[in-house]
């Protein structure tokens, strides 16, 4: 035992010595994390994508076609995408294999980016050095946000402009949703956003790291590689900065957390509080509040910060302005802009520095004002004469005016927060005992690529669709597949 404990302080010492300057407490036990593509998080992600019944060996195999609703994505998105990937079947439908697609992804991130040494730790680049130490677990992420009977923060939001959608007219309490109902517009993704959310399905969070020369994946979209770090934090101290990307980063995977949830049908409760009574069984409301999340998390992914607003008072948090234009830089701090001139999907985002002295509540800021921002098309409804903020009122919007709820940037803020705090413990959340095994300061993209093998094989019968016997292609990822992605 007394060797046991001598043992495990040198370890201690040696792994303080290798951080240098990284401070202890914030040092990550390894061991306490799973393996990067950890069986049971592929197998957990897997059910949650057929929603439990699609596949007789559910957690096995998923499609295409799956993880395209999953996202909200725009149709068609996925086939220049698995293309690149080296998945030749066109059909959504055709099955494909959860764990080497994981081990896939992550071939291709290593070779252009940076992927973090172990499930569930995010990676940032604050500035021009990139860090993979945010614990960002389940068991972490749950706990953020105000308790279940809390209100939001006043977020100013009287002080922006909103959505331009029109607001559907009142309605009876549980009226179903019809063709006329206006729904979040479909999300697109670039490559890099794309590979990266599906790394995210797997609970794994890489970054693209600081400015890169090469444009391999840029798509026409907004590119997180090709946009400098300190361009996008213009105005900020490196230690604003820092703490900034570190709350986008536990934004992210914060929403990512509610998504899997959603997906998986375990939030009926919070979507009949905050949604109306109907809603969880409703297939256009759980459309729309699923492309609402993920809209949100595509905003929070494509920000470009002014800082500080011109219009910020003491109190306010931050506020956007989704009926603005788009601004070259030079205007951004004199005009309303919603989105850059060079790049209509990278979105403005005026902080103000209250901001920053309430770090508690600034990944409730993202959220709340990402579900204004990009695609989401919230807005802050009108209900019984004044806006509806604020828990008792919310759920009186969500009891009487179930489509209002549905627009209402507050509920959909109630909804992920209850939800999240509300989340089961996840598979792969394992403390170890080990002599801890400790993260690294800073974290280097590898050069070495992967390749994964997907072997045509037999495979259970699917259940539901009369399709003929799935087949997977034989795959490889290598340094020169890269080449010529333009």
């Known amino acids: 035992m007394a060797a046991m404990a001598i043992r495990c302080f040198l370890c201690t010492i040696m792994a303080a010595f290798a951080l240098r300057s990284k401070a202890p407490e914030e040092a990550l036990n390894l061991d306490d994390f799973a393996a990067l593509c950890d069986e049971e998080i592929v197998n957990d992600t897997c ?33 220049k995408f698995k293309e690149r990937m080296g998945y030749a079947a066109t059909d959504g439908k055709v099955w494909i294999e959860c764990k080497p697609l994981c081990l896939t ?60 959608v029109k607001v559907e007219l009142a309605t009876d309490p549980g009226m179903p949703m019809d063709s006329d109902t206006p729904l979040a517009a479909g999300v697109t993704y670039n490559f890099w956003e794309a590979l990266e959310r599906l790394a995210n399905l797997f609970r794994i969070y890489p970054d693209p790291g600081p400015l890169r020369e090469n444009a391999e994946f840029e798509d026409g979209g907004s590119s997180l590689m090709q946009r400098s770090v300190q361009s996008r934090m213009r105005g900020m101290t490196p230690d604003q900065a820092r703490l900034n990307v570190q709350k986008e980063e536990m934004a992210k995977a914060y929403m990512g957390l509610v998504i899997r949830a959603f997906s998986a049908k375990e939030t009926q ?63 951004l701090e004199k005009y309303a802009c919603r989105t850059l001139y060079s790049d209509r999907n990278r979105f403005i985002f005026y902080l103000c520095p209250f901001y920053f002295t309430r770090p508690l509540e600034m990944v409730e800021t993202l959220v709340h004002e990402g579900s204004h921002h990009a695609t989401a098309y919230t807005d802050d409804v009108e209900f019984q004469g004044s806006k509806a903020y604020g828990r008792r009122t919310c759920k009186e919007l969500a009891r009487k005016e179930p489509l209002q709820a549905l627009k209402n940037a507050d509920n959909f803020c109630y909804y992920i927060q209850d939800a999240a705090e509300a989340v089961q413990d996840h598979p792969g959340e394992q403390v170890s ?54």
């Open 47 to 79: 059910r949650l994508l057929n929603e439990g019944d699609k596949h007789e060996a559910v957690e096995q195999f998923t499609t295409w076609e799956e993880i395209a609703e999953h996202l909200s994505a725009e149709p068609g998105f996925l086939e």
């Open 105 to 164: 992804i992550v071939g291709f991130i290593k070779q252009v980016g940076v992927v973090p040494p172990k499930s569930d730790i995010a990676c940032y680049t604050p500035m021009d050095e990139t860090f993979c130490d945010l614990d960002v677990r389940p068991s972490m992420l749950k706990t953020l946000g105000p308790k279940s009977d809390a209100d939001l923060p006043d977020f100013g939001d009287d002080r922006g402009e909103h959505s331009a």
């Open 269 to 331: 409760d919070h979507m009949k509080k905050w949604f109306g009574r109907d809603s969880f069984y409703n297939p256009m409301a759980r459309k729309e509040v699923l492309r609402v999340m993920n809209s949100v998390d595509h905003m929070i992914s494509n920000v470009h910060y002014v800082y500080p607003g011109a219009m910020c008072t003491e109190r306010t948090f931050a506020y956007v302005y989704p009926k603005g234009g788009a601004c070259e830089e030079n205007q």
């Open 433 to 486: 005992a080990k002599c801890p095994t400790m993260a690294k300061f800073k974290h280097n993209p590898t050069t070495t690529g992967i390749a994964i093998a997907l072997k045509e094989r037999n495979v259970p019968r699917p259940l539901r669709w009369t399709l003929g016997v799935p087949f997977l292609r034989q795959s490889t990822v290598a340094r020169q597949d890269l080449a010529g992605i333009k």
